[in-house]
């Protein structure tokens, strides 16, 4: 995919998809995950096709935002590992891992919905962590070394998901995060010691 990269496929997919959506209640109806359908209907694709809608133009915003600047430091790293389309594996794959704890929390819940491409987005921002874990990333416009960022994701994320009630599914951020890690380590496991020596030398500031 030399002509247009593969990150910027997904995300003109994602924001073609989500804008028609944005009117169309049928459409999120059906592509949408409401895990009834899923275990009722065998509605499979829900499992993937969630995270291709969004709730709001700024939910969308902030996700395809993240996913364009990780998404294009990391495509070339899995398109070499496990091809041309290595990087679009990982990232749709990333979508089920993250939603599958949700799914069978929820199977039974008729009253349940979660939709956008959160759980995916973070796997690529924790695999891109792994590798650069003292780049600077940009909490609105305060910088931090992306490793305390994402200790401050991760315990945000942990302590939201028990607290619930603000209509955000912080469990698809956290195993997307660990799938993110573990899917990267298990493809290339030199990449732990990487991290592990990269830690060890502070390059940040």
Known sequence: MRGM??????????CAVSFTAFN????????????????????????MSYGLVHANFQHLLFNMITLY?????????????LGQYGFAFF????????????????????????????GGVSAVLFAFILL???????????PVPAIVYAVLY??????????GGDNVNHSAHLWGAAYGALFTIIMEPRVLGHFLISLASPTWG
């Open 154 to 163: 991760t315990v945000y994320s942990v302590y939201m998901d028990k607290r």
């Open 91 to 118: 990232y749709v794959l990333g979508l089920v891992a993250s939603i599958l704890p949700t799914y069978l929390r929820h199977r039974d819940d008729a009253s349940y919905r979660s939709l956008g491409a959160s």
């Open 69 to 81: 600047f990780f998404g294009r430091a990391m495509e070339d790293f899995y398109n070499a590992e």
């Open 5 to 14: 990269s593969t990150t910027l496929i997904l995300i003109a997919i994602t």
């Open 24 to 47: 169309n209640p049928k459409m999120i109806a059906a592509l949408i995950l409401w895990p009834p359908a899923v275990a009722r209907d065998n509605d499979y694709y829900r499992l």
């Open 132 to 142: 650069e874990p003292w780049a600077t990333i940009y909490v609105y416009v305060i």
